[in-house]
């Protein structure tokens, strides 16, 4: 059973920082892609970044571009956002994902990914 749970969240100023952690468990860690998603309260969920597992690529939304950064460990099967320049616009809880067999390229579609996690609140205070 996959399980996805993330931790690192919190109550920042904005200009802060914050590193939000994903910890994976079962059987298959690589898939396609892992990615990080978010949701603000009335907005729909959306992307934030992903990492392919066989060419090791990124991908961010340009919202966070040069703000945020993605990075895991194979090892102990664990991704990290590493969040920095906060704004009080990321405020949301954040969702790890997982992709599945299924997986079609399409990053930025929350239906692409078959594993979530709980989420982790980021809040920003301007």
């Known amino acids: 059973q996959v399980q996805l749970v993330e931790s690192g969240g919190g109550l920042v100023q904005a200009g802060g920082s914050l590193r939000p952690s994903c910890l994976f468990s079962?059987?298959?860690?690589?898939?396609?892609?892992m990615a990080w998603f978010r949701q603000a309260p009335g907005k729909e969920r959306e992307f934030v970044s992903c990492?392919?597992?066989?060419?090791?690529?990124?991908y961010y939304a340009d919202s966070v571009k040069g703000r945020f950064a993605i990075s895991v460990d194979k090892a102990e099967k664990t991704m990290w956002m590493q969040m920095s320049s906060l704004k009080s616009e990321d405020t949301a809880v954040y969702y790890c994902?997982?992709?599945?067999?299924?997986?079609?390229?399409?990053?930025?579609?929350?239906?692409?990914?078959?594993?979530w996690g709980q989420g982790t609140q980021v809040t920003v205070s301007s």
């Open positions: 994902a997982r992709s599945g067999p299924s997986y079609t390229g399409a990053y930025r579609s929350p239906s692409n990914y078959d594993d």
């Open positions: 990492f392919y597992w066989n060419n090791l690529d990124t």
């Open positions: 079962g059987r298959t860690f690589e898939t396609y892609a």
